[in-house]
């Protein structure tokens, strides 16, 4: 459904995108991760059409996007950061031009355009002006417009940023109802968002693709390493008893009393840490392990072994 | 076409129901109103005057044409020149600014269309404002018996200069995402254009003197008002809103390769 080959992009002596290649199958729902700066909005930017890239191909549903651009972008529903919404339109007529823009075919633009408002709750508010809409509604109606013309690809540029947490949840519900329906691939730099909604990653550092597959391969990229937060009763230096221990790799002091130990999972090595804590006298209050997961390795694969380990 | 149309539709609406629309065309009624009262005033004491005159043996013309007409649509040129940067300084610049060119630009709609769906909304408003001007010949017309067709003819030549000022406000436009600087662009080339004819009598070389006649939106102008239609002047006029239109799709069509 989407493949992009080789695609770079450069603003002047700045390389933002070095040799992307990636292909995205039909239903599937693909989040591009990465710091801000990353590349994301320029990969974006140029699968829509929006942009040229410098070298390489972009193609979407078989058309080369600067080939046949027109093809690709009746083919494209796109959210960028900020909704392009005219703010003295009503609801109801922006979504009606945005439909006509989109050649939506006649027949179809009247069900497109209903189940569109249904799918963003924007009913009530369809005969408002959109400049009366709060900054929540104002997202809503940026995603009904790239869901107006039913496109089989849905491209969404940060589609939760500024919004309330019950405004991000409520998009994130949107965004898995219409898995399935259309081809979405969305960029963000939030890795809970990515874990809500998305089925596979692609993690993009400084304009290269650090790691793409299913998300839950990802995330076991670092399996057999957990992090264990430790607490004690007594106040008392244990920093240099638990470096010395075989399994630990990294020891990060937080108090006196609480401790958080980056060690390999061995299946004994949670008991071994547990009788070195009580042995040492300093009364083990609480032990809590949690495996790594998305986070750890995304601040790996962007920031460093040594700072993703220290965080 | 059928895109040219859904923007041409969509820019109407927005210019149709913004307030500015409506005081523009209050005022350009008010000020028409007032200066072809004065205009109609004048010329009936002047002719007045000459019929006192040709009662004592000496014979002027008196021409309604260039008495109240020509003053009239050189008001209307005026308007034309200070109206058209303020109906088009949003047309570009705005949707840059609000970001919807974002939507447009990934919309299946080329650039082309897009400056020729903007430039249509901005004839159709400067056929508007020619048609309130066109009313009081009319009205003169059904008062007195004179020949209207030299009036129409310089109504044309002041309606292709509002055309020619259509497409370089459309340029300014799309140079800038702040339509206070894009409304003053326009006012500058729309002077400027005027300005330009203003030289040829200050040059000396022939070759220079031609050049700056064909370039000078007053030497084209003139044989309209005269009442005589020249093809070079056609052809000045629809080069220049081409040129501009043809910038215009330039600067928009780069925004994909410089973004």
Not at chain 1, 20 to 32: E, M, P, T, W
Not at chain 1, 236 to 257: I, P, Y
Not at chain 2, 131 to 148: K, Q, T, W
Request: include cysteine; glycine fraction near 6%; proline fraction near 3%.
């Amino acid at each position: 459904m989407i493949e992009v080959i080789d695609l770079c992009k450069n603003y002047g002596d700045r390389k933002a995108i070095q040799n992307l290649n990636f292909k995205i199958s039909a239903g599937d729902v693909v989040g591009l991760l990465g710091p801000n700066g990353a590349g994301k909005s320029t990969t974006m930017k140029i699968i829509t059409g929006f942009m040229a890239p410098t070298t390489g191909v972009a193609k979407i549903c078989g058309f080369d996007v600067f080939e046949n651009p027109l093809e690709v972008k009746k083919r494209i529903g796109y959210l960028p950061e900020q909704p392009p919404v005219y703010l003295d339109m009503t609801v109801q007529s922006y979504l009606e031009y945005v439909s006509d823009l989109k050649l939506v075919d006649r027949q179809f633009k009247k069900e497109y355009l209903e189940k569109s408002l249904i799918k963003t709750q924007l009913l009530s508010v369809r005969h408002r002006m959109i400049k009366n809409l709060s900054k929540g509604f104002k997202q809503r109606v940026g995603i009904a417009q790239a869901l107006v013309s039913n496109p089989e690809v849905l491209v969404l540029d940060e589609p939760t940023v500024g919004l309330d947490p019950k405004q991000v949840a409520e998009v994130r519900e949107l965004i898995k109802e219409l898995r399935g329906n259309h081809t979405i691939i969305l960029s963000t730099h939030i890795l809970s968002e990515v874990q809500a909604t998305c089925n596979k990653v692609i993690i993009i550092h400084e304009g290269r693709i650090v790691a793409q597959d299913d998300i839950d391969k990802i995330e076991k990229l670092n399996q057999g390493i957990m992090t264990v937060s430790i607490k004690t009763k007594i106040d008392k230096s244990l920093e240099d008893l638990l470096r010395g221990m075989s399994d630990v790799l990294d020891v990060e002091k937080v108090t006196n009393t609480y401790y958080r130990v980056k060690m390999s999972d061995r299946g004994q090595s949670l008991d071994d840490l547990a009788h070195l804590v009580i042995n040492s006298g300093a009364g083990l209050l609480e032990m809590s392990p949690q495996n790594e997961n998305l986070e750890d390795v995304f601040l790996k694969l962007t920031y460093g072994e040594q700072k993703g380990g220290a965080l | 076409m059928k895109l040219i149309f859904v923007i041409l539709i969509k820019e109407l609406k927005s210019l149709f129901l913004s307030p500015l629309f409506y005081l523009i065309t209050f005022l350009a009624t008010i000020l028409m109103g007032i200066t072809y009262s004065i205009s109609v005033w004048n010329f009936s004491q002047t002719l007045a005057n000459t019929m006192l005159t040709m009662m004592g043996g000496q014979t002027q013309q008196q021409n309604i044409h260039y008495v109240v007409f020509v003053p009239h649509l050189s008001l209307l040129n005026l308007i034309y020149i200070f109206v058209v940067p303020a109906l088009s300084m949003r047309l570009i610049s705005e949707e840059k600014k609000n970001r919807t060119f974002d939507l447009l630009l990934t919309s299946p709609v080329t650039s082309a269309q897009i400056v020729i769906g903007k430039y249509l909304s901005l004839l159709v408003v400067n056929f508007g404002l020619a048609a309130i001007c066109l009313v009081y010949v009319f009205i003169a017309a059904r008062m007195f018996e004179f020949n209207i067709i030299p009036t129409v003819l310089a109504l044309i030549g002041i309606f292709l200069c509002g055309a020619a000022y259509a497409a370089m406000n459309l340029f300014a436009s799309s140079l800038t995402e702040s339509a206070m600087i894009s409304f003053f662009v326009g006012i500058v080339l729309n002077i400027g254009i005027w300005i330009v004819g203003g030289l040829t009598d200050l040059m000396d070389q022939p070759i220079l003197k031609s050049i700056f006649e064909q370039i000078s939106l007053n030497s084209h102008l003139q044989p309209l008002i005269e009442g005589v239609v020249k093809l070079n002047g056609m052809v000045f006029f629809m080069s220049v809103v081409f040129i501009f239109c043809f910038l215009t799709e330039r600067v928009i069509e780069s925004v994909r390769w410089r973004a």
